[in-house]
């Protein structure tokens, strides 16, 4: 049973805004202002924390819960996109690059399938205790800055860049309310560069628990403007300074979190899932001004990971859909044989799956005919 200490808990309500354009991340100014609040019953509660946690526009944060088994855990940091300098953090754009608030349809997890599909006898957490973390700040969770921009017509704002007391609001909760044997830190897109980083935030929470971090939809960002983003986002002021003093200067990429982690937490057990021709990526390092091959760079972050990490192991699958978690196809992706639920659920239950790889697989890695919910 969950204890709420000091927290708030109301009944969560459904907005029902659809989000989605093309992908799952580019959203249009009109969809964004379309939020209704209908009441909806749910097993889902929401905690609004208060304090200094809010949304990229000041708006208020808030995060859901799921009760159920007490020994296990999962906690999905959603995705929603990213912004670091005026063009991208603009809430006037036609097409937003980011998700700016808590209380958007993106952020309600009665809006998900996969994961959240709680009546498919299918799903590997539909009886775990669940944690489902919005993201409305643009910086991956992990960032502590006020920032002001200048727009090119010379119109001035401002963006809470605070993942992080977001998520020590959500993890802050978990430590006072749950002692779970396992935990799953899992994360998509945005979400799952967060995942490494928060899991050993777990692992120090609960060290007698069994950790996994899993990552959805990343893998491929390895800009060289990483480094400068990051500091951007003030993303390093939070962090824990004797696992990371000095990494800053080093650091090349998202993934080099993975090594730190490790090394202080080698109990977490890492595990990745891309698309090899995910629309969604490719477009986000073509903001970056990146022009590599897409599977090139996930192939590249995953050899690099295996030779840093372990246990380690991912699922690439075919095709140009973004992330698996929050969709329909998580209960139908297939490759060589191998579906992915059944992957993911041996995942969950210890039994490390082998890598599935469609390169090596009959079809290769070709765009397949599934559709983006």
Same mark, same amino acid.
């Given at each position: 049973m969950f204890l709420l200490n000091s927290y708030r808990l109301v009944?969560?309500?459904?907005?029902?805004l659809?989000?989605?354009?093309?992908?799952s991340l580019v959203f249009s100014a009109d969809a964004l202002d379309k939020i209704t609040n209908t009441a909806a019953e749910s097993t889902w509660q929401v905690i609004e924390p208060g304090?200094?946690?809010?949304?990229?526009?000041g708006s208020p944060y808030k995060f859901h819960v799921k009760p159920g088994k007490t020994d296990k855990l999962f906690v999905f940091f959603n995705g929603g996109g990213a912004c670091w300098n005026a063009q991208t953090c603009d809430a006037r754009a036609e097409r937003k690059a980011f998700v700016p608030r808590a209380?958007?349809? %993106? &952020?309600?997890?009665?809006? %998900? &399938?996969?994961?959240f599909d709680l009546d498919n006898p299918e799903n590997p957490v539909k009886d775990w205790s669940m944690v489902f973390a919005p993201y409305c700040t643009g910086d991956v969770h992990l960032g502590s800055a006020q920032r002001k921009y200048v727009a090119a017509d010379k119109h001035e704002f401002e963006i809470q860049h605070?993942?992080?007391?977001?998520?020590?609001?959500?993890?802050?909760?978990?430590?006072n309310n749950m002692s779970p044997e396992k935990v799953v830190i899992a994360g998509a897109s945005a979400g799952a560069l967060a995942a490494p980083i928060y899991a050993g935030r777990a692992a120090t929470m609960f060290p007698n628990a069994e950790v996994l971090s899993f990552a959805d939809g990343a893998a491929g960002y390895r800009s060289q403007q990483v480094p400068k983003i990051l500091e951007q986002w003030s993303v390093f002021a939070p962090l824990d300074k004797n696992k990371y003093t000095g990494f800053q200067k080093e650091m090349k990429s998202f993934y080099s979190f993975y090594g730190v982690e490790d090394k202080h937490h080698p109990k977490i057990s890492f595990a990745l899932?891309?698309?090899?021709?995910?629309?969604?990526?490719?477009?986000?390092k073509r903001m970056l001004g990146d022009t590599d091959v897409l599977v090139d760079a996930i192939v590249q972050t995953y050899k690099s990971l295996n030779?840093?990490?372990?246990?380690?192991?991912?699922?690439?699958a075919s095709g140009d859909i973004h992330t698996i978690l929050r969709f329909k196809h998580f209960y139908t992706q297939k490759i060589d044989g191998v579906r992915f639920v059944e992957w993911f659920n041996k995942l969950l239950n210890s039994r490390f799956p082998d890598v599935v790889d469609c390169r090596v697989s009959i079809d290769k890695c070709q765009v397949n005919t599934l559709k983006q919910p």
């Amino acid at each position: 049973m969950f204890l709420l200490n000091s927290y708030r808990l109301v009944r969560l309500s459904s907005f029902c805004l659809a989000l989605f354009l093309q992908s799952s991340l580019v959203f249009s100014a009109d969809a964004l202002d379309k939020i209704t609040n209908t009441a909806a019953e749910s097993t889902w509660q929401v905690i609004e924390p208060g304090g200094v946690t809010q949304c990229s526009d000041g708006s208020p944060y808030k995060f859901h819960v799921k009760p159920g088994k007490t020994d296990k855990l999962f906690v999905f940091f959603n995705g929603g996109g990213a912004c670091w300098n005026a063009q991208t953090c603009d809430a006037r754009a036609e097409r937003k690059a980011f998700v700016p608030r808590a209380d958007l349809a %993106h &952020n309600d997890p009665n809006q %998900h &399938n996969g994961i959240f599909d709680l009546d498919n006898p299918e799903n590997p957490v539909k009886d775990w205790s669940m944690v489902f973390a919005p993201y409305c700040t643009g910086d991956v969770h992990l960032g502590s800055a006020q920032r002001k921009y200048v727009a090119a017509d010379k119109h001035e704002f401002e963006i809470q860049h605070v993942g992080a007391a977001n998520t020590q609001a959500v993890l802050q909760w978990v430590e006072n309310n749950m002692s779970p044997e396992k935990v799953v830190i899992a994360g998509a897109s945005a979400g799952a560069l967060a995942a490494p980083i928060y899991a050993g935030r777990a692992a120090t929470m609960f060290p007698n628990a069994e950790v996994l971090s899993f990552a959805d939809g990343a893998a491929g960002y390895r800009s060289q403007q990483v480094p400068k983003i990051l500091e951007q986002w003030s993303v390093f002021a939070p962090l824990d300074k004797n696992k990371y003093t000095g990494f800053q200067k080093e650091m090349k990429s998202f993934y080099s979190f993975y090594g730190v982690e490790d090394k202080h937490h080698p109990k977490i057990s890492f595990a990745l899932y891309d698309s090899a021709e995910d629309k969604v990526q490719v477009m986000f390092k073509r903001m970056l001004g990146d022009t590599d091959v897409l599977v090139d760079a996930i192939v590249q972050t995953y050899k690099s990971l295996n030779s840093e990490v372990a246990p380690l192991t991912y699922y690439l699958a075919s095709g140009d859909i973004h992330t698996i978690l929050r969709f329909k196809h998580f209960y139908t992706q297939k490759i060589d044989g191998v579906r992915f639920v059944e992957w993911f659920n041996k995942l969950l239950n210890s039994r490390f799956p082998d890598v599935v790889d469609c390169r090596v697989s009959i079809d290769k890695c070709q765009v397949n005919t599934l559709k983006q919910p």
